[in-house]
């Protein structure tokens, strides 16, 4: 959540020439869904989507939580996963009042809850107070070594 997925996903796959997918838009309405199904509904809308999107190539942009799930880490197995992330108060000046974004009252105990698995699913890349072509840069390099 505000770590620059989205950005940093479709400049990559525009740089290597492939399609990029946010995994909340494939979703749908995020907000929307959290209002009437919660957050397990929209997970397992999330389990679904992914699933979907893995038959094909490109980059995908994960949320925040896909990682936390087990089964979507063994949906996973075979892509390189590579975790963006910025220091709190980055994250929160990006998120702002988290117009969007159902979960963002809960930024640090998401973060806490988070870091060991996203620390086990792949290399950190710090997008903080960085030029995104070098973000990019350093994500398609990580790509290159683990493929």
Do not use: H, Y
Request: charged share 25%.
């Amino acid at each position: 959540m505000g770590a620059g997925k989205s950005t940093v996903g479709r400049g990559l796959a525009e740089r290597v020439g492939v399609t990029f997918v946010d995994l909340d838009s494939a979703i749908g309405d995020v907000p929307a869904i959290f209002a009437a199904e919660g957050e397990s509904g929209f997970r397992a809308r999330e389990r679904a989507a992914l699933a979907r999107l893995v038959a094909g190539s490109g980059v995908i942009a994960l949320g925040g939580g896909t990682l936390v799930d087990t089964r979507n880490r063994t949906v996973l197995e075979g892509w390189t996963v590579v975790v963006l992330m910025a220091p709190r108060d980055v994250l929160a000046d990006r998120v702002g009042a988290g117009e969007g974004r159902p979960l963002a009252a809960q930024l640090d105990r998401l973060l806490a809850e988070r870091a060991d698995v996203w620390a086990r699913c792949g290399p950190l890349v710090q997008t903080g107070g960085r030029d995104i072509a070098a973000v990019i840069d350093e994500v398609l390099s990580l790509c290159r070594t683990n493929a």
